[in-house]
């Protein structure tokens, strides 16, 4: 069974930045593709950050980009979230995701391993 641990969320003002961390359990997490998803208070979960395994490429949100990178260490079966210039709207619960494919996708029901999620909230 894989299982997914996030850290790193906390309480920041407007403009601070913070970084995610996902630790996944198993052997293969070189061969998982990796996403975060964010879900604000009364809204449904959104897609935020994509890392197919098989190739380097990133995929972000229009409302990330340029600000939030995502990264991972295949050496420390663990996937990042630098998330940068952060704003109040940024506030949510923010969850990793996994999918053992080679592809990716921004779609929830694509990925099979999701972790407990943690708060980040920003003060403006």
């Known amino acids: 069974q894989v299982q997914l641990v996030e850290s790193g969320g906390g309480l920041v003002q407007a403009g601070d930045s913070l970084r995610l961390s996902c630790e996944v359990s198993?052997?293969?997490?070189?061969?998982?593709?990796m996403g975060w998803f964010r879900q604000a208070p009364g809204k449904e979960r959104e897609f935020v950050a994509a890392?197919?395994?098989?190739?380097?490429?990133?995929y972000y949100a229009d409302s990330v980009k340029g600000r939030f990178t995502i990264s991972r260490d295949n050496a420390k079966n663990t996937v990042y979230l630098q998330m940068n210039s952060l704003k109040p709207e940024d506030t949510a619960v923010y969850s990793c995701?996994?999918?053992?494919?080679?592809?990716?996708?921004?779609?929830?029901?694509?990925?099979?391993?999701w972790g407990q999620g943690t708060q980040v909230t920003v003060s403006s």
């Open positions: 995701a996994a999918k053992k494919k080679s592809w990716w996708s921004g779609i929830e029901s694509f990925y099979d391993y």
């Open positions: 198993g052997r293969t997490f070189s061969m998982y593709t």
């Open positions: 890392n197919p395994w098989s190739s380097t490429s990133t």
